[in-house]
């Protein structure tokens, strides 16, 4: 059984950084997409940022230069996003992985996902 699990979340003034982290456990396939993604009370989820098994990333416009995402050692285990933030950008975020996405900042075509983690902004 695939499991995600996020952590990293927090509170952070305006301009600040975190640094956010998802481990997959059980998954064996060798490909694998995992995502980032965000959702805002009252908003729909949106792709913040997706990396896959050979290294490609994927950025959603909004955050493009402030959320560099990326992975240690082999696929499936960590993948840390750094999170440079503006008023805009709290949210839960979310880890989502699947083997293979055609469209990888858009969230129906991930499997698997996370719990969540909570990241808020104060001036």
């Known amino acids: 059984q695939v499991q995600l699990v996020e952590s990293g979340g927090g509170s952070v003034q305006d301009g600040g950084s975190l640094r956010l982290s998802c481990v997959a456990f059980?998954?064996?396939?060798?490909?694998?997409?995992v995502g980032w993604f965000r959702q805002a009370p009252g908003k729909e989820r949106e792709g913040v940022a997706t990396?896959?098994?050979?290294?490609?990333?994927y950025y959603a416009d909004s955050v493009t230069g402030r959320f560099p995402i990326s992975r240690d050692g082999a696929a499936n285990t960590v993948y840390r996003q750094m999170v440079n933030l503006k008023p805009e950008d709290p949210a839960m975020y979310y880890c989502?992985?699947?083997?293979?996405?055609?469209?990888?900042?858009?969230?129906?075509?991930?499997?698997?996902w996370g719990q969540g983690t909570q990241v808020t902004v104060f001036p």
């Open positions: 989502a992985a699947a083997a293979y996405v055609y469209e990888p900042l858009v969230p129906t075509g991930f499997q698997y």
């Open positions: 059980g998954y064996r396939a060798r490909s694998i997409y």
């Open positions: 990396i896959n098994s050979c290294g490609d990333t």
